[in-house]
């Protein structure tokens, strides 16, 4: 991609936009950017851009125009009407991931899905790091891709959480590697409907050539489709059954290309989705030149990733989890079903569109209470009134404070909200950071 005097405009100055912005001015492009923040509501901008003499305009239509190259950060929705009639002068639009593409050097594993990325990203990286390999892990967590560019190098792998916001806008992007581990309802008021969102992440797929491999979830409809559409080796993971060519869990067993990788009980992180992103870990792992042994031994000193099943404490034989991350009704699910019952579980926040119904039969079997928080609180307590008790809290520390005096030893109380976080907090990571300061000072009933 030549980027030397082409005229750019980098939409959203969070750290995506940033680093974009960034590669864009090193690369000689006439950078400019724009966010619906002014720039003194928002952290490091303009430092950054007053360093490379990037000028900053409030976004309005009009500052769409006069570009030949928009680059979007995740968050900005590619059907926007000013970018709508962009695309329709000639003007390329393109995400921060497609972006670096032709910069980033050695080869990427490209972890996608509705729940687990970033424990199988973060898992994929721990475990080529742990068998000497030179890695990076980024993406959709940590790093920017941009800013992964200039520490790329020719032997090494660069391991990339890729959300559907990122993937939807990619055409040349390439993951050598790519993975699917679930697709289920989610970002719909973004996406509209799930055709499109699955369809977002089938990206993904669409761009591997011959020689790549495409990691997929045997027993997700959406992802046995992506097959379909991959120049890629598919290659197949399940918990169900034996798969070929890929990874299974036979009895307690994880097998890896029919031979034995390792006892399902050494496996250090809580749930069954986790043997899941486990057994596509090892697909990427073996792929990339990792023996066995190398493998399991890795796995066994992985330790849960913050806001993802997190256990935080046990105060008075009450036991708490920060699942902070299940902003999807999906990752809800797959929370509850990694406790055997007295749950008591926190929902709510800023509603994504999702069908809070399919909560009822888990809640039923499995929680002693739902405890309701935030904007999407009416519309949750609407869909599964009936199936437990609900208690409308209002906020995490009302949540806390009700679960605690209520529950029993041997109970637990999970922050799985099933929404976004944007109502009452910054981000996911702010909801689950309160969550864990409100419960390490609580004190014990005895």
Known sequence: MLLNGIKALVVGMKKSGLASAELLARHGAAVRATDLKPLDQLAEAGALLDCLRIPFALQTPSVFEGCELIVLSPDVPFDLPPLVEARRRGVRVIGEVELAAPFLRGRTIGITGSNGKTTTTSLTGHILRDAGAPVQVGGNIGTPVTAMVELSRDD???????????????????????????????????????????????????????????????????????????????????????????????GDQLMLDGELLMAAGDIPIRGRHNVENVLAASIAAIRAGVTRAAIASAVRTFRAVEHRLEFVRTVSGVDFYNDSKATSVDATLKALEAFPGGVWVILGGKDKG?????????????????????????????????????????????????????????????????????????????????????????????
Not at 174 to 185: D, E, F
Not at 195 to 217: C, I, M, P
Not at 354 to 360: K, M, Q, T
Not at 429 to 435: I, K, Y
Request: hydrophobic share 40%; with cysteine.
């Open 354 to 446: 999702l069908d809070y119904s399919l909560l009822r039969g888990p809640l039923a079997a499995k929680a002693r209470a739902a405890l309701l928080i935030g904007a999407a609180a009416p519309k949750i307590a609407e869909q599964i009134q009936g199936s437990v008790e609900l208690v409308d809290a209002k906020t995490i520390d009302q949540a806390v404070t009700h679960a605690y005096s209520h529950a029993h030893p041997g109970d637990t109380v999970l922050l799985a909200p099933a929404c976004a976080s944007f109502d009452q907090f910054r981000s996911y990571e702010h909801r689950g950071e309160t969550f864990k300061q409100i419960v390490n000072q609580l004190q014990s009933k005895e």
């Open 156 to 250: 090494g792998w660069n391991v990339l959480e890729l959300s559907s916001f990122q993937l939807e806008t990619i055409s040349e992007f390439r993951a050598h590697i790519g993975m699917a581990l679930n697709v289920t309802q989610n970002h719909l008021d973004r996406h509209h409907t799930f055709e499109n969102y699955a369809a977002a992440k089938g990206r993904l797929f669409e761009t591997q050539r011959s020689g790549d491999f495409a990691v997929l979830n045997a027993e997700d409809p959406v992802c046995v489709g992506y097959a379909q559409k991959t120049a890629a080796t598919p290659l197949w993971f399940s918990c169900l059954r034996p798969v070929a060519p890929g990874a299974s869990l036979c």
